[in-house]
T-cell receptor, first 114, second 114 residues
Framework: KAGVTQTPRYLIKPRGQQVTLSCSPI?????VSWYQQTPGQGLQFLFE???????NKGNFPGRFSGRQFSNSRSEMNVSTLELGDSALYLC?????????????FGSGTQLSVL | SQKIEQNSEALNIQEGKTATLTCNYT??????LQWYRQDPGRGPVFLLL?????KEKRKERLKVTFDTTLKQSLFHITASQPADSATYLC?????????????FGTGTKLQVIP
């Protein structure tokens, strides 16, 4: 069974531009959550999607947005990039049917904003 | 405000000894708590889940305790090996609302010295 796949693995972008990250969940999983990880702040929850609907959202500005497609694949978009957006972006998938399900993470996209 | 604290950023122990990692939380009433392992450049990997009505959970060399009165979880690795060196994250959620918003601690980096 294939794991969670995130693309691209690395990304370098200048300030002010926008970026789109992709996440393909494990087959059968309908929930996809996104996290930002930085050395100082650790893993910060961005948002969670289930069946193409955003179910929960963390405390990030509106520049961070996401969507989920009918095949459960998800994309995350960051517009008007700032230096502070440099981080490892992780997505995690689960069945999304119970609150105590374990999360399966991808290897992340390392974003560097110059 | 809600906070999850893991006892230290780094912990060094000798091979064969028991490693004990601490996770303390405030202003949460979690229904369950999870522990994950993260290796450099990779996403976290689920290890154990313990529910609020469980005092202790074991899996091979791993043991987790959950004290809702002290608002603390302890994670033990017995007979530690160099391969156990990684960052360990605790994560919790209130378990309400029918969806996940798993919040992570900042992690403890464990180094097992041969």
């Amino acid at each position: 069974k294939a794991g969670v796949t995130q693309t691209p693995r690395y990304l370098i972008k200048p300030r002010g531009q926008q970026v789109t990250l992709s996440c393909s969940p494990i087959s059968g999983h309908r929930s996809v959550s996104w996290y930002q990880q930085t050395p100082g702040q650790g893993l910060q929850f961005l948002f969670e999607y289930f069946s193409e609907t955003q179910r929960n959202k963390g405390n990030f500005p509106g520049r961070f947005s996401g969507r989920q497609f009918s095949n459960s694949r998800s994309e995350m978009n960051v517009s008007t990039l700032e230096l502070g957006d440099s981080a490892l972006y992780l997505c995690a998938s689960s069945f999304g049917q119970a609150v105590d399900e374990k999360l399966f993470f991808g290897s992340g996209t390392q974003l560097s904003v110059l | 405000s809600q906070k999850i604290e893991q006892n230290s950023e780094a912990l060094n122990i000798q091979e064969g000894k028991t490693a004990t990692l601490t996770c303390n939380y405030t202003n949460y009433s979690p229904a369950y708590l999870q522990w994950y392992r993260q290796d450099p450049g990779r996403g976290p990997v689920f290890l154990l889940l313990i529910r609020e009505n469980e005092k202790e959970k074991r899996k091979e060399r791993l043991k987790v305790t959950f004290d809702t009165t002290l608002k603390q979880s302890l994670f033990h690795i017995t007979a530690s090996q160099p391969a156990d060196s990684a960052t360990y994250l605790c994560a919790l959620d209130r378990g309400s609302g029918g969806y996940q918003k798993v919040t992570f601690g900042t992690g403890t980096k464990l180094q097992v010295i041969p």
